[in-house]
């Protein structure tokens, strides 16, 4: 029987031609998103959370929750996005700024929504507490129900302030080519970032787009300001939760011998809630096709990792790039730091101006263009 080729994701620093990288922990990002938890790519072997701050019961902690809720998946994977050391993968799957320091910030309540005044709370927060966390970079991967894209609507007067503030603000631009930008990626001074497929390589010849939101906002503005990978990406599965515990069950059925697969596999199946007919044999190579296929539908890459997708991702890789560029000049001012980007983008050929912006990131001539 034939069998797939396993899911792969290249790191960040491979797909984004990370020759060189200067120490982020200087650097103070603010994620602002659904929820997260005390993951091991933050938290290990030094814990790089400084705060957490939750904007619906308007408090303040030092830690986020130990233990996984769903509403804590998203906010997670973003901010292991923007600065994940790859704990958990053994360095792998690290990000551009894997010592940068995070304040989190909780917006999501328990029915899921994520109303406009508390991403207006969260942001006017950090607009108090800057100074005192040191927050140079501020990641917004939620968006505001309103329709609204002048800065009438709160929250994208919040990001306005925050810019002028000298914090860089960096939002995703959402996830549908077909409906309008919205707060905060509709804010004047964000640096709104759309979506790439870039196929997984380092090629740069088979880049297309993602199916990212793009237009002119009320304003004028021509948003995304830039583009980068929103597909193949590594996200964090939740440690201690059932996709987990099958996720390492399965890796390490697929390492097993084949012996050790027909004569060891039921224990493990139990224990990853593995039931059906195809794993109902002893025969290695049906147990194979079952753990690959399986592997596959589930977009697992790693025992703690699997795929994800969108621009919720794209916008922290950005945030990381920006975190890159303040560490190699920690004077540069927001105006320079997105004029550099979209000097130093690389557009798409075959793509209209309208739905990329200046382009791909290109993060070794950012650099340059920074230190020079």
């Not at 901010?79 to 940068?100: E, K, M, Q």
């Not at 039921?266 to 753990?291: E, F, H, P, V, Y």
């Amino acid at each position: 029987m034939h069998q797939e080729k396993p899911l792969t994701a290249l790191p960040i620093p491979t797909r984004l031609r990370a020759t060189t990288m200067v120490s982020t922990k200087d650097v103070v990002i603010a994620m602002v998103d659904s929820d997260f938890m005390a993951h091991p790519d933050l938290t290990q072997p030094v814990n790089r959370i400084i705060k957490y701050v939750d904007a619906v019961q308007k408090t303040e902690l030092e830690h986020p929750p130990a233990v996984a809720r769903d509403r804590h998946w998203h906010g997670t994977m973003t901010a292991c996005t923007a600065a994940g050391n790859g704990c958990l993968s053994r360095g792998v799957y690290t990000s551009l700024a894997p010592d940068a320091r995070l304040v989190l910030v909780r917006t999501m309540q328990e029915d899921g929504r994520i109303p406009t005044s508390t991403i207006t709370w969260a942001l006017q927060w950090i607009a108090e507490n800057a100074s005192r966390y040191g927050i140079r970079i501020v990641n917004i991967s939620v968006y505001a129900d309103e329709l609204d894209q002048t800065l009438a609507h709160p929250v994208n007067a919040a990001v306005e302030s925050l810019v002028r503030q000298g914090i860089v603000v960096v939002a995703a631009a959402g996830n549908n080519p077909l409906a309008p930008i919205r707060p905060p990626a509709a804010a004047p001074s964000a640096i709104t970032v759309g979506g790439l497929n870039d196929n997984n390589t380092v090629r740069t010849d088979d880049n297309v787009m993602y199916h990212s939101t793009f237009g002119i906002t009320d304003l004028g503005v021509q948003k995304p300001d830039v583009i980068a990978p929103a597909l193949w990406l590594a996200g964090p599965l939740m440690p201690g939760t059932a996709q987990q515990r099958r996720a390492s069950a399965l890796f390490a059925l697929d390492a097993m011998s084949d012996d050790m697969l027909e004569t060891s596999a039921t224990r493990l199946l139990d224990s990853a809630d593995l039931k059906g007919a195809m794993w109902d044999t002893k025969n290695a190579s049906l147990l194979r096709n079952a753990i690959d296929e399986t592997m596959r539908h589930e977009q697992l890459v790693a025992p703690y990792y699997k795929l994800v997708d969108g621009t919720s991702f794209a916008a922290p890789i950005v945030t990381s790039i920006v975190a890159q560029l303040l560490a190699c000049n920690p004077s540069l001012s927001v105006a320079a730091i997105k004029k550099i980007l979209a000097e130093t983008a690389r557009p798409l050929s075959e793509v209209a101006p309208n739905r990329q912006g200046a382009g791909v990131v290109d993060l070794p001539a950012a650099m340059s263009q920074a230190a020079g």
